[in-house]
């Protein structure tokens, strides 16, 4: 089997990539120019050089007897300095693939199909529990990383129609090994000492592997144009930052900030940025996403697919941290105590 990943570098990538040379895949993994690729080379991917804007060099660098695409690649920018080229990224480049992916298949005469991995955020804000029934509420141009993924997955379907055998994973919070600037970032605030404060959202937390795993099995088992919800472990980010600090052997934090401190600081931070043209540590939309609720029931993926999220919250914070350790990316300031 021979599959195509996108995203290769990030690390969801990784794990997945890990996991198909694991069960024999020959995988090549496009990257950007200038792209660190010694972790594509140490899971076993093959790099090539390709962009998202350029269908010709997707064209050159998908290989053939082609059997999958997996296009993990997103750009999660949450600052409107960066909603122009999110949108190029997320919307036109997964048109982009998309299209040649269809084209490419077509060509070859045989079977393949494209992994899309979207996010819960393409269902926008929800007051429930969200599940692939709620309507996608993703609508509003100010919370542009949620509104690009809705319209990703919309660029997608349109070649769909066309012929395009795809499939949508939209996971929630994801936590594991190679990560180095999603959640491992508050490994880093908390053993450093310069954790700002605690939102007071709450979120559904899966574990790396798990949603890995969820692309192969979607690959064989999943229904052309449907959308599979990736849940976990649903916390509150207290809990979750209270588990961290645990691990990294420091004072857990002890409330949450209110949720209008955080907006004032945004609101503040964003006008600032207007003038410095630099992308704030906390910015309106990141304040909307921290400040609510964003929990999903994953039923569909467990019955269709096989899904299932194993680890505890404290198992998945602890491989993170792990292997952050053994890279030397994290220093602990004193033994932890798990």
Known sequence: MRAFVTGGTGFLGANLI??????????????????????????????????????????????????????????????????AQQWQDNVVGAGNLAR????????????????????????GYHKGVISEASCKLATNPRDHYHYSKMHGELSVQEEIARGLDAVFLNPCAIVGKYDVSSWAQTFFLLAENRLPGVPPGAGSFCHAGAVARAHIDAFSRGRTGENYILAGTDASFLAFFRIIAELVGVPAPRR?????????????????????????????????LLTSRALADSTRAERELGYRNPLALADMLAESRDWLVAEGLLQLPCAPLR
């Open 18 to 83: 890990e996991q198909l040379v694991d069960e024999g895949w020959e995988v090549t993994a496009m990257h950007r120019p200038g792209s660190d690729i010694r972790r594509l080379q140490a899971v076993g991917a093959k790099p090539v050089r390709a962009s998202l804007a350029s269908p010709d060099s997707l064209r050159a660098a998908l290989p053939d007897q082609l059997d999958a695409v997996f296009h993990l690649a997103g750009n999660t920018s949450m600052w409107r300095g960066g909603n």
């Open 100 to 123: 040649v992916a269809r084209q490419h298949f077509a060509r070859q005469n045989r079977a393949g199909r494209m992994i899309v991995t979207s996010s819960i955020s393409a269902y």
């Open 256 to 288: 949450t900030t209110p949720a209008f401190a955080i907006h004032t600081v945004a609101a503040f931070s964003d006008l600032l940025s207007r003038f410095s043209g630099r992308e704030p540590a906390v910015t309106p939309q990141k304040a909307r």
